[in-house]
T-cell receptor
Framework: NAGVTQTPKFQVLKTGQSMTLQCAQD?????MYWYRQDPGMGLRLIYY???????DKGEVPNGYNVSRLNKREFSLRLESAAPSQTSVYFC????????????FGPGTRLTVL | AQSVSQHNHHVILSEAASLELGCNYS??????LFWYVQYPGQHLQLLLK??????LVKGIKGFEAEFIKSKFSFNLRKPSVQWSDTAEYFC???????????FGAGTRLFVKA
C-alpha cells in the first residue's frame, strides 16, 4: 500500500495564479482532510470530507475549495493564490467516523510570490 | 473556541535524559487525545492516542502519556530519550465523535548524542 500520496511535492506560484493539489489514499478510508502547517502554528484544518460526497469547512477555509472526487481522491484548489497561502499542505485520511488515527501524506510545499 | 497549548516550542536534551512535553486543551466535554510525531523528512505519524479507559496510555518507541481530566492535560513522557527521538511532536484534540482535530503548535525536540 502506498498509503496517502500527494502531488506535487513542491510548487511556486505567482500571486493570482490558480492550482490544484491532489491527494489520494489506498486504505479505503471514509474520511479525508486537508491541513496547512505554518511555523509556530501547528496544523490547521482547511476542509474535510467525512465521507464520499460530503465536504465541510475547517478552521481556515477562506481562499480554498475542495472536491471529493471519489472515495480515494480529495483535491484542494487555490483559485487565486496569495502570499498568505505560502505554507506546507498536508492531506490525511482516517477510517469510519473520524475517531481513529489519521494517516498523513508527505506534504506539498507551496510558495506564492 | 477549542484550543490546544503546547508549553515548549523547543527542547534540547542529552541522550538518556527524561522527557516530558506538556499539552493542555480548552474543551470541557468528551475528547479524543493524540500525540503525533514528525521525524525529519518523514510524514506525521501517530505516537499514541487516548479515547477512554486507563488514563495512562502507552505508545510506540517507549513513549507514554497521561490524561488528567481535571487539569485538561495530556502530557507526553519518555524515561530515557535517544538521538533518534529528535523530531517535532504535536498534541491534538478532537471532540468525541467529531471530525475536526485541533493541533497544538508543536514542540521541536533535539537530542544531543
Amino acid at each position: 500500500n502506498a498509503g496517502v500520496t500527494q502531488t506535487p511535492k513542491f510548487q511556486v506560484l505567482k500571486t493570482g495564479q490558480s492550482m490544484t493539489l491532489q491527494c489520494a489514499q489506498d486504505m479505503n478510508h471514509n474520511s479525508m482532510y486537508w491541513y496547512r502547517q505554518d511555523p509556530g502554528m501547528g496544523l490547521r484544518l482547511i476542509y474535510y470530507s467525512a465521507s464520499e460526497g460530503t465536504t465541510d469547512k475547517g478552521e481556515v477555509p477562506n481562499g480554498y475549495n475542495v472536491s471529493r472526487l471519489n472515495k480515494r481522491e480529495f483535491s484542494l484548489r487555490l483559485e487565486s493564490a496569495a502570499p498568505s497561502q505560502t505554507s506546507v499542505y498536508f492531506c490525511a485520511s482516517s477510517e469510519l467516523d473520524g475517531t481513529d488515527t489519521q494517516y498523513f501524506g508527505p506534504g506539498t510545499r507551496l510558495t506564492v510570490l | 473556541a477549542q484550543s490546544v497549548s503546547q508549553h515548549n516550542h523547543h527542547v534540547i536534551l542529552s541522550e538518556a535524559a527524561s522527557l516530558e512535553l506538556g499539552c493542555n486543551y480548552s474543551y470541557g466535554g468528551t475528547v479524543n487525545l493524540f500525540w503525533y510525531v514528525q521525524y525529519p523528512g518523514q510524514h506525521l505519524q501517530l505516537l499514541l492516542k487516548y479515547f477512554s479507559g486507563d488514563p495512562l496510555v502507552k505508545g510506540i518507541k517507549g513513549f507514554e502519556a497521561e490524561f488528567i481530566k481535571s487539569k485538561f492535560s495530556f502530557n507526553l513522557r519518555k524515561p530515557s530519550v535517544q538521538w533518534s527521538d529528535t523530531a517535532e511532536y504535536f498534541c491534538a484534540v478532537r471532540r468525541g465523535g467529531g471530525f475536526k482535530t485541533i493541533f497544538g503548535a508543536g514542540t521541536r525536540l533535539f537530542v544531543k548524542a
